[in-house]
């Protein structure tokens, strides 16, 4: 499910089936130089994300990015949104990144962190067996996580 009206009315009616929170922590890079790779690993990631829900609509909600910059504090940042999403009445929270520095940061919920691969010189179905090599790395954790 995507964070519109639509689906969360849908969510509202079945919350008991979709106990699971998709959360992408996007870094946006500012100096010139590194933007071309910012905005790759942007479009990874979300095209990721994107993929994820629909693979699992019904079981997972996707929120929109959490985007920040690298002059941001990550244990700052990753306290508030501890706190914030704290009220949501999800029992699986998972933040998926391409920044490996969230590996080093404490957050309540799981990290998985993806390397950037850069989709935009890619065909179609190239790009979708990439994504779906993706997920077959991630889907274990996943699993792991709901048998618990």
């Known amino acids: 499910m995507n964070w519109t009206t639509k689906d969360m009315d849908t969510y509202l009616q ?7 929170l998709i959360v992408p ?3 946006v890079e500012t100096k010139p130089e590194l933007l071309k790779n910012s905005s790759s690993s942007s479009e990874f990631l979300m095209y990721l994300t994107t993929f994820l829900e629909t693979q ?3 079981r997972m909600m996707l929120m929109p990015p959490f985007i920040y910059t690298q002059s941001t504090n990550l244990s700052t940042f990753s306290e508030t949104l501890t706190v914030d999403l704290a009220d949501m ?3 699986h929270i998972f933040f998926i990144t391409t920044d490996a520095q969230w ?3 404490e957050i309540k919920g799981q990290v998985i962190w993806l390397p950037s691969i850069p989709l935009e010189s890619m065909d179609e179905k190239l790009r979708q067996t ?6 077959r790395q991630v889907l274990p954790r996943f699993t792991e996580v709901w048998s618990t």
């Not at 079945?14 to 699971?20: A, C, G």
């Not at 990439?130 to 997920?135: A, F, N, P, R, S």
């Open 56 to 58: 699992f609509k019904g």
């Open 130 to 135: 990439i994504i779906e090599d993706q997920l």
């Open 14 to 20: 079945q919350k008991e089936y979709i106990d699971t």
């Open 103 to 105: 590996l080093s940061v």
């Open 89 to 91: 009445p999800f029992k």
């Open 25 to 27: 922590l996007l870094k």
